[in-house]
């Protein structure tokens, strides 16, 4: 089996920073991309962004410049430290990696549960 736990969601006023953190446990051979999605109420859900196993990133066009994707590979973590944080970034973030089980086993995608941020004015 496999987790996805975040942490590090919480209340900041407007211009302030928070960092989160996901971390992958369980039956894990491999990582490929992992990333942060997130979704405000009435809203789907968007990209915020993803980074490869060679680090490569990619951003949505709202956080670029203000946001930023890193990952630990021998800790199965990505973190994601928001700076400059706006009310209109208040959602609920998840985090997502596709995760190989074994070595023959094809990637499946997981998803942590989702952690809340809320910027307030």
């Known amino acids: 089996q496999v987790q996805l736990v975040e942490s590090g969601g919480g209340l900041v006023q407007a211009g302030g920073s928070l960092r989160l953190s996901c971390a992958a446990s369980g039956s894990i051979s491999g990582i490929n991309a992992m990333g942060w999605y997130r979704q405000a109420p009435g809203k789907q859900r968007e990209l915020v962004a993803t980074?490869?196993?060679?680090?490569?990133?990619n951003y949505g066009d709202s956080v670029k410049g203000r946001f930023t994707i890193s990952r630990d590979n021998a800790k199965n973590t990505v973190y994601l430290q928001m700076n400059s944080l706006k009310l209109e970034d208040t959602a609920v973030y998840y985090c997502?990696?596709?995760?190989?089980?074994?070595?023959?086993?094809?990637?499946?995608?997981?998803w942590g549960q989702g952690t809340q941020v809320t910027v307030s004015s």
């Open positions: 980074i490869t196993r060679g680090s490569s990133t």
């Open positions: 997502n990696a596709n995760i190989r089980r074994a070595l023959w086993s094809k990637p499946d995608d997981y």
